[in-house]
């Protein structure tokens, strides 16, 4: 099926550092959704997105949905060891059917 | 309160047997959606229901795999004559109609041999 391109795929980085990442597509999005999921469990919901050029953020987390509605960022500032996991991005195609298209997800690995 | 819950958390199968996952989602949530998840892959949408209807049935792979959900609430995913490629983690969904906030259960990891 269908996914979204996710980079970078994975990253080490240091307790304390920024993380960027960023999700692409051929496609223009309606919505865009950042999500969590730690081993063994499903994704959790970290930042929606709505509208071209919205900046949402939700504690250390900050999300963008792209001008030109086919790609959105997420950065997190200061990362912890619990930070640890895999961020999918995911975005609706269509307004109102959610359906959503979820990314191949950046593994994000954080040294103590 | 009790968020969404799959059972069983783990099924092993044989080529070619038939399997059934379920799927209990939170309470009051209408809306209610199917995935698949392949190692390193992000989430595949299968199916959505909104109350015991199939609304978008568009991901379902082929006419082994179907879907019920006859009383609004639990749902069953049913796979025919299971093949190696069906393995995956199956995780399921729910949400209030009209918000965008899905909540995953843990998810059923089918392994087919």
């Known amino acids: 099926g269908q996914q979204l391109n996710q980079s970078p795929q994975s990253m080490f980085i240091q307790e304390g550092e920024d993380v960027s990442m960023n999700c692409t597509s051929s496609s223009i999005f309606n919505t865009w959704l950042w999500y969590k999921q730690d081993p063994g469990e499903g994704p959790v919901l970290l930042i929606a997105?709505?509208?071209?050029?919205e900046l949402t953020s939700n504690g250390r987390l900050t999300a963008q949905f792209g001008i030109t509605r086919k790609d959105s960022f997420l950065n997190i500032s200061a990362s912890i060891p619990s930070d640890v996991g895999i961020y999918f991005c995911?975005?609706?195609?269509?307004?109102?059917?959610?359906?959503?298209?979820f990314g191949t997800g950046t593994r994000l690995k954080v040294l103590a | 309160g009790a968020g969404v819950s799959q059972t069983p958390s783990n099924k092993v199968t044989e080529k070619g047997k038939y399997v059934e996952l379920r799927c209990d989602p939170i309470s009051g949530h209408t809306a209610l959606y199917w995935y698949r998840q392949s190692l390193g892959q992000g989430p595949e949408f299968l199916i959505y229901f909104q109350g015991t209807g199939a609304a978008d049935d568009s991901g379902l792979p082929n006419d082994r795999f179907f879907a019920v959900r006859p009383e609004g609430s639990v749902s069953t995913l049913k796979i025919q004559r299971t093949e190696r490629g069906d393995s995956a983690v199956y995780l399921c969904a729910s949400s209030l109609a009209g918000t965008d906030t899905q909540y995953f259960g843990p998810g059923t990891r089918l392994t087919v041999l």
């Open positions: 997105l709505y509208k071209a050029g």
């Open positions: 995911a975005g609706q195609l269509e307004s109102g059917t959610y359906k959503y298209i």
